[in-house]
């Protein structure tokens, strides 16, 4: 039975991680919007929300992301300016032309940026009702199952 529980939270979850990014936020909290005020859906190119797995390890259910700047997103935190992200901000913006690239490519190497948490995966007050609900009807079925013998 734990199996299943298990199995069925893994399944439930990761559909609603998988939602976050269509709502535009962690359940009913809306991420920041950017600083030029537009909204952000961290979904520019689908990598961050295809990337999110999930693995049944013992008693539990491990949630995790492999791309590497699925954590400073997730958690927020801030990022100190290199030569190489300068290079790639000029590279964006002559291809885009979007002025928020200039601004990024002009910041002195050394500068922080502050990264707003955009939270996807974690826990929450509706992982738990979920969690509780999946629980809830597997131990029914079970003392229903029981009650029939």
Sequence with gaps: MINKILRDIRIE???EFDKNFSRGGFFSKPWPNR?????????NTGRLRRSITARIAGHSVIFTSSEPYAAIHNYGGTITVTPKMK????AKFKETGQERYKHLALMKTGAKIRIPQRQFIGNSPEVTKAVEDIVRAAMDAEMARIAKK
């Design 35 to 43: 600083r030029d005020g537009s909204s952000t859906h961290l979904n």
């Design 13 to 15: 979850l990761l559909d």
């Design 87 to 90: 290079k790639f901000f000029w």
